[in-house]
């Protein structure tokens, strides 16, 4: 496997791990997704720890740190973004290395994009 897949495919796993754990960053939901009943709140949380669907269309770069979703008729994203653990933006964080990097996940509303 060539280096740059083999990079994407631990981003990807350690990703998978964040959302199934939220061990390794925080996770926050919009003002349009804390609006929506707890219910509803509760099934998109349970969805976006699922495991996704990835293809080129939303995964261009096989890393599994976005995906579009509909739940309960609200069109959902979700996206991790990376930065670095002690929150100084002069590092540079790296998403293949859980030491490195603190990952930040945040579901919104599509119209909240």
Same mark, same amino acid.
């Given at each position: ?19 199934f754990t939220g061990r390794g960053g925080q996770m926050f939901m919009t003002a349009g ?8 709140? /509760? ?7 699922? =495991?996704?669907?990835?293809? #080129?269309?939303? &995964? @261009? ?13 609200? /069109? ?7 930065? =670095?653990?002690?929150?100084? #933006?002069?590092? &540079? @964080? ?20």
């Amino acid at each position: 496997m060539p280096t740059d897949l083999r990079r994407a495919a631990t981003i990807a796993r350690l990703n998978e791990e964040f959302r199934f754990t939220g061990r390794g960053g925080q996770m926050f939901m919009t003002a349009g997704v804390a609006a929506l009943p707890p219910a509803t709140q /509760r099934l998109i949380m349970d969805t976006v720890q699922m =495991p996704g669907e990835f293809g #080129p269309d939303n &995964d @261009p770069y096989f890393e599994g740190d976005f995906q579009a979703m509909t739940v309960h008729g609200h /069109r959902i994203f979700w996206k991790i973004d990376y930065y =670095p653990p002690d929150d100084d #933006p002069s590092r &540079d @964080p790296d998403p293949a290395d859980p030491a490195a990097v603190k990952r930040v996940l945040t579901i919104m509303l599509a119209e909240e994009y």
